[in-house]
């Protein structure tokens, strides 16, 4: 077996499943509803140098939902810093496969999410 390979082809699923999540109303969610990817998310992120502090904003994320409950306007403005982190390691990947163009996706759908906070 390839290990790259493997972080790759998990990075896809977790990004495919992600994607699917942030495309609903996130404001409405619960937020057992994002726990277990958030987690796979961290494990997934501790990997590699240039994603550490995306790995420290999930964290932030989870134990903020984690509390009595998420304050709307914390919340917008850490998926914005997400939003920002995850388009700057699209950025450093480069033009090559499609995994940087999946994350800006995931980038303009985190934007979208803390828009949605924002609002709320």
Do not use: C, Y
Not at 16 to 33: F, I
Not at 52 to 63: R, V
Request: glycine share 12%; hydrophobic share 35%.
């Amino acid at each position: 077996m390839n290990p790259e390979k493997d972080i790759h082809a998990k990075t896809t699923d977790l990004l495919d499943q992600t994607m699917d999540l942030l495309e609903g109303n996130v404001v409405e969610m619960t937020p057992q509803n994002g726990r277990g990817i958030i987690d796979q998310w961290i494990e997934q992120l501790r990997h590699s140098e240039n994603t550490t502090g995306l790995a420290g904003s999930l964290e932030q994320l989870k134990n903020g939902l984690e509390g009595t409950g998420p304050d709307p306007a914390e919340l917008s403005q850490l998926l914005q810093t997400m939003s920002e982190q995850a388009r700057q390691l699209g950025v450093t990947l480069g033009p090559e496969g499609d995994l940087s163009v999946r994350i800006e996706g995931l980038a303009a759908a985190l934007r979208t999410a803390a828009g949605q906070f924002g609002q709320a």
